[in-house]
């Protein structure tokens, strides 16, 4: 059985208010890879927030197409 590391699932997230979308939130991985990123997609989505804060999962809402689609 491979140990995981103690920090393996968290997250960090902040949110603002945007005045004609409303609130606006960002979550992330503590440890994730620099920007700038290849593709950034809008999508809606469910996030799991686990009982002790950290993030837990994301479920995509919309159908998103594969990355070397054309958009």
């Not at 920007?35 to 950290?54: C, F, L, M, N």
């Not at 999962?57 to 919309?62: A, P, R, S, T, V």
């Amino acid at each position: 059985m491979t140990k995981r590391r103690p920090d393996w699932r968290k997250a960090v997230f902040t949110y603002e208010d945007d005045p004609d979308v409303g609130r606006l939130y960002y979550f992330a991985p503590q440890t994730r890879a620099q920007g700038p990123y290849r593709e950034q997609r809008h999508v809606r989505a469910i996030i799991d927030i686990a009982s002790d804060g950290t993030l837990a999962g994301i479920e995509l809402i919309d159908n998103m197409p594969p990355l070397d689609a054309d958009p």
